[in-house]
């Protein structure tokens, strides 16, 4: 009876071992290990990450900012009271910063 729970419990083991050895193969485990020995490369890919993120926030930040001053001018052309003084007040204060630069 011994030896019955002993492969029962050897086989319940094995099999949990493939299952942890293949959860470790699809977290790329040995390509973190290997980043982690190779600095340089990890300095480069994550510079090169972060140039790709400030690039990509550029982008979206002007494409954003564009459709903002689109719809402010959509809005603008209502002659509505409230933001129409908004925006002219808006628009003097950015006139008198560039006459105070120049």
Same mark, same amino acid.
């Given at each position: 009876? +011994? ?10 083991? $094995?099999?949990?071992? %493939?299952?942890?050895?293949?959860? /470790?193969?699809? =977290?790329?485990?040995?390509? !973190?290990?290997?980043? #982690? ?6 300095? #480069?890919?994550?510079?090169? =990450?972060?140039?790709? @993120? ?9 494409? &954003? +900012?564009?459709?903002? /001053? !689109?719809?402010?001018?959509? &809005?603008?052309?209502?002659? $509505?009271? &409230? ?10 204060? &950015?006139?008198? %910063?560039?006459? @105070? @630069? @120049?």
């Amino acid at each position: 009876m +011994g030896d019955k729970i002993s492969s029962g419990l050897l086989h319940t083991l $094995l099999t949990k071992l %493939e299952h942890l050895t293949l959860a /470790l193969e699809k =977290a790329s485990i040995a390509e !973190y290990i290997e980043l #982690y020995r190779k600095p340089k490369r990890l300095l #480069y890919i994550n510079f090169l =990450a972060g140039i790709a @993120r400030g690039f990509g926030l550029a982008i979206g930040f002007t494409v &954003v +900012g564009a459709f903002f /001053l !689109y719809g402010l001018g959509k &809005v603008a052309s209502w002659n $509505l009271p &409230v933001v129409g003084e908004f925006i002219a007040e808006i628009t003097r204060i &950015v006139q008198n %910063e560039l006459a @105070r @630069r @120049r």
